[in-house]
């Protein structure tokens, strides 16, 4: 059985990871959440709520930047 802070991956348990190696790897690769919720009533939106959560490191998004920066140079040559 797993402990309380690893995440058993698989049918057996033998691939276990830790939360750190999660986060690790949400951090360094990046994860967006997007979702949205509409409350109508009588089929007349009455609310729209929007979100869009971006989770990634700093380090992340400046290499993610300059990768976009450096491509968009390219094909304007």
Do not use: F
């Not at 990871?17 to 690769?29: A, K, T």
């Amino acid at each position: 059985m797993a402990s309380p802070n690893v995440i058993a991956i698989g049918g057996d348990g033998s691939d276990e990871l830790s939360l750190l190696d999660i986060l690790d790897h949400v951090l360094n690769s990046g994860v967006v959440i997007q979702g949205s919720i509409v409350i109508s009533l009588g089929g007349v939106d009455l609310v729209y709520v929007g979100l869009n959560v971006v989770l990634t490191s700093v380090e992340t998004a400046l290499r993610t930047i300059e990768a976009d920066q450096q491509r968009s140079l390219e094909r304007g040559k």
